[in-house]
């Protein structure tokens, strides 16, 4: 469980981070990379990639609802299929970044359990 929080912790640092200078697909790269560096199992890779992405894009995006853009995204919910309902435009752009980390993660730890070594038993007959 300390890997996952470590992992998890990482991912949002630097996607939060790279997201301030990069476009906002630096996240796969990201946690693609962590991922793989971290050698998390499949489930917990696939899980810290959308919690650490998702939050890394939550955390801003509120943020800046709450004190600045709350008409822009208001409108930019106009232009979509929302109803106009920023908060769910919030909602849906957070969960589709987390999504994406989620899925970087995950071929980052498929990735290292298919390039490891695996310890085979040789039996002699």
């Given at each position: 469980?300390?890997?996952f929080?470590?992992?998890?912790?990482l991912?949002?640092?630097?996607?939060?981070?790279?997201?301030?200078?990069?476009?906002?697909?630096?996240?796969?790269p990201?946690?693609?990379?962590l991922?793989?560096?971290?050698?998390?199992?499949?489930?917990?890779?696939?899980?810290?990639?959308?919690?650490?992405?998702?939050?890394?894009?939550?955390?801003?995006?509120?943020?800046?609802?709450?004190?600045?853009v709350?008409?822009?995204?208001?409108?930019?919910?106009?232009?979509?299929?929302?109803?106009?309902?920023?908060?769910?435009?919030?909602?849906?752009?957070?969960?589709?970044?987390?999504?994406?980390?989620?899925?970087?993660?995950?071929?980052?730890?498929?990735?290292?359990?298919?390039?490891?070594?695996?310890?085979?038993?040789?039996?002699?007959?």
């Open positions: 469980m300390k890997s929080a470590l992992l998890t912790l991912i949002l640092v630097f996607c939060g981070l790279g997201q301030l200078l990069l476009p906002w697909w630096c996240i796969v990201i946690c693609f990379l991922a793989a560096w971290r050698g998390a199992s499949g489930g917990l890779a696939f899980l810290a990639g959308l919690l650490g992405a998702g939050l890394s894009w939550w955390v801003p995006a509120i943020w800046l609802h709450q004190y600045g709350a008409r822009l995204a208001a409108r930019l919910a106009m232009l979509l299929p929302l109803g106009g309902n920023a908060g769910l435009l919030l909602l849906l752009s957070g969960l589709i970044a987390g999504i994406v980390g989620g899925l970087a993660a995950l071929s980052g730890a498929w990735g290292r359990q298919a390039l490891a070594p695996k310890a085979t038993s040789v039996s002699i007959q």
